[in-house]
Each structure stands twice: as structure tokens, then as C-alpha cells.
């Protein structure tokens, strides 16, 4: 009788152990994540979005489990950084993406402006011949004079050169600064939340120096994008950065990241055009719930 219950008992458990062999319980699993690392040893770009997907995944780590981030090796520009997502080469691989109308195939994005608008308001970095020149800037017309340079990936050239601008496109962030320090072109346009870490990186290079009187606007959302392999990242960074924002560590962290870089653009006290983001028209404009005021309606 004895040897009965025991047989019954290991049979019972044999059969709920494969009964459940394949229902993994993901909530306990650890995570491991994958972001894009830097382009070159001093590029800090990528530190806010590091910060904000950590912040999303602590938001959900009782609901989901722990997670493990790693960074790609340095090197990769935006272009090789969607090759790579796309490529799928990491596990979870997740970077920042100015929104257009489509995604690449087999990619997913989760709806919310990480940068919450900032980047949008672009300021430019100049030679000091040029930035005496922009002073004499009344008109976009004016301003259309003058050549941009921007990363070659980004969505910048294709909105500039849809409202009339010259624009040269590069693969070397760190060369861009160089280039138009030395005039072999004219404005290297960044966010605003950007303008003071990359000043303070690159001021030493002979010449360099930033505009402060004017700036040229278009809205210009970032969301983050990942494989659309990867629903359960997708879902949870989603809910953490909503958790996030509706509690106000969002705001907290951004603040910390960008509110000075943003005060020294002294965006107030400049010119600001606006332009149209062509590329948008089909987004959801739900986005728009998620900017940061940081300046008056901008003026052309």
C-alpha cells in the first residue's frame, strides 16, 4: 500500500512538472536588454536613453522581473544602428528613432517622445565667421543661405531639404564639428537639450562656437523601436515610461538630463522658425500629450 502512494505521488509530479514545461513564468525571468552603445569614447548621446529605458524597466520590475543591461560595442552611427536592429544581431535590442510615417519592416515602436519634444528646437553649432553672419538674420529666406550639416541616417536633411535648405550629410559625428569650425560648411544643427554637454566636449577644437540668435523648430519625435519580435520589451517599456511620466520621475529625470543644456540654449531670446515635419502625417498625434514647454509658440 505504501509503495502505491509513493508511486501515485512521483506520478502526480512527474506529470505537473511537464504539464508546465512549456509555460515559463516570464515575470520571474531575467531580461536582458541591449542599447546602443557610443559612436566614439566621448559621444554622451545615449546616456539619457540608457537612463530612460532603465528608469522604465525599474518601473516594472515587480510585474515583469529583473533585466540586465548591456551596451553595444562603441562605433555604430544611427545608419548601422538600424542595420543592426533590423539585422536583429541582440537580444532586445532597443534604440531611439525620429518617427516617421513608416518603420522599417519587422520593426515596432512604442508611442512616446522619450526626448518629450526638446529636440525638436535646433541650435546650431558655427564657425565664429559664421556666427557673425547669422546676426544679420531676418527671414527663413535668410537663413536659407546658409548650409547645414547633419548625420548621415538622421531624418533632419530629408525635412530641411523639403523646405528648401542645403544640406551635406556626414558619417563622423566628431568630424561635424570640425567641419563647420573650419567653414566647409556652415551650421551643425542639435537639440537644445544637447547643446551644452557636446559644447563643453568639443570646445577646444580651434574656431568653434555656437550661434545664439536664432533657432529653427519642427516637431521632431523620438520614440524608442525595437523588433516587433519583442513584444514583451515592447509592452513593458511602454508601460513603464507611462508609469513614469504619470508619476513625475519622467519629468525628474529629464530635467536633470537637459534643463541646463536648455537654459544655456536661452531659447527665449532667440529667432525661431518654424517648420512643418512632412513625415508625420500619419503618426498618431496623441504624442503631443508628452512635450515639455520649454519656449513660447515659435515665430517665423
Known sequence: MRKNIWRDAFIFLIAVVCGNAGQVNTAFANMVVTVQGPETAADTRYEYDHAVITLALEKTRKKYGDYTLQETPIGQNSQRSMLTLTNDRYTNYIIKYSMSNQLPDGVTAIPFPVDMGIVGYRVGFVSQDTKEKLKTVKTLEDLKRFEVIQGIGWLDPLILEHHGFKVRTGEDF???????????????????????????????????????????????????????????????????????????????????????????????????????????????????????????????
Open 174 to 300: 566628431n568630424a561635424m564639428f570640425s567641419m563647420v569650425a573650419l567653414n566647409r560648411s556652415d551650421l551643425f544643427l542639435r537639440g537644445a537639450n544637447e547643446l551644452l554637454a557636446e559644447w563643453q566636449t568639443h570646445q577646444s577644437i580651434p574656431k568653434l562656437t555656437y550661434d545664439e540668435t536664432i533657432s529653427v523648430y519642427y516637431p521632431l519625435p523620438r520614440f524608442l523601436i525595437t523588433s516587433k519580435e519583442n513584444t514583451d520589451l515592447a509592452a513593458r517599456v511602454h508601460e513603464g515610461l507611462l508609469t513614469a511620466f504619470d508619476d513625475g520621475s519622467l519629468q525628474k529625470l529629464w530635467e536633470e538630463k537637459y534643463l541646463a543644456s536648455v537654459e544655456f540654449a536661452d531659447l527665449k531670446s532667440r529667432k525661431i522658425f518654424r517648420l512643418t515635419n512632412p513625415y508625420l502625417v500619419n503618426l498618431d498625434p496623441s504624442w503631443q500629450n508628452y512635450v515639455y514647454q520649454v519656449a513660447p509658440e515659435p515665430v517665423q
